[in-house]
């Protein structure tokens, strides 16, 4: 069997044993998805009227609320799904499973990969979930063709992806789960400092660059320009290099973790 044939089949095996770990306790994966899904009715049936006020030169009424916000919260759920990963990750490393692995002729990536393909497909999960939601308050996205709803779709993976990796590194660092939960919060924090529920211009001067200049925001406003046609700009590219970059940054941070001899 050639090295990828193995690596393929070890990775497989780790995708399946990480999503019996996630059927058989569901309780995270809810947690972490209702956090977003309270965030959307709050900021909707509570906040909307006063937030909506932020948004355009005299305001919107809650329809064209719920549009701005709907993008910032998808955003928003890969970013809290992604925690269940450092969690996860860490239960593993303090479990001994992890240990037992490394003495097994098994791709030594695998493990990783595992965790971070379910990962994935847990965040995809997630943001359909609450995108059902969305439209079930009233979110319609009628000015998206079919390549903006293709390119929607490609950036939410690759943001999950980005994420995925870093939250891996930040589980492989912690000594326990609930440090893993908790080193995982800048995730769900972050999108709270972005365009998530009001403009940057709306945000007090001193504030701005801290919302502008964060990986959330570029890509809160490229996907609202794909689903509500609003201008994109540069937002898509620095959006992309964000994700690169923090791919790139989460899986050589998670290897040379995970590669290291134990001590």
């Known amino acids: ?3 990828l ?5 070890d990775s497989s095996t780790m995708l399946r044993r990480n999503l019996l770990h996630a059927r058989r306790y569901p309780s995270l994966t809810l947690n972490l998805l209702l956090t977003p899904v309270m965030l959307l009715l709050l900021f909707v049936y509570v906040f909307g009227d006063v937030m909506s006020a932020g948004i355009g030169d005299g305001g919107a009424d809650r329809s064209a609320y719920i549009a701005y916000l709907v993008p910032g ?11 269940g990963s450092a969690v996860s990750v860490a239960t593993d490393m303090n479990e001994g499973i992890i240990a037992r692995f490394r ?8 493990v990783l990969i ?3 393909v379910g990962s994935v497909l847990q965040c995809i999960a997630s943001v359909v979930l609450v995108g059902a939601v969305a439209v079930a308050i009233g979110f319609r996205s009628t000015d998206a063709t079919a390549p903006d709803w293709l390119a929607a779709f490609g950036l939410l993976a690759l943001f999950s992806l980005a994420l ?3 939250a891996v590194g930040m589980g492989l660092i912690s000594p326990n789960a609930e440090a893993a939960s908790n080193n995982a919060l800048p995730l769900i924090f972050l999108p709270l400092i972005s365009s998530t529920f009001v403009p940057v211009d709306a945000m007090p001067g001193w504030f701005q660059p801290i919302a502008e200049y964060q990986p959330f925001t570029p890509a809160i406003e490229t996907l609202r320009g794909l689903l509500l046609g609003t201008e994109i700009g540069n937002n898509g590219w620095i959006a992309i290099a964000w994700c690169v970059g923090l791919t790139v940054l989460g899986y050589r941070w998670s290897t040379a973790s995970f590669n290291r001899d134990p001590k």
């Not at 044939?5 to 089949?9: C, G, P, Y």
């Not at 003495?103 to 695998?110: D, L, P, V």
């Open 103 to 110: 003495t097994m002729a098994i791709h030594r990536g695998s």
């Open 114 to 116: 595992g965790h971070v």
């Open 5 to 9: 044939s193995l690596a393929v089949r």
């Open 73 to 83: 919260i998808l955003m928003m759920t890969i970013g809290g799904t992604t925690i």
């Open 1 to 3: 069997m050639s090295a």
């Open 164 to 166: 995925t990796w870093i």
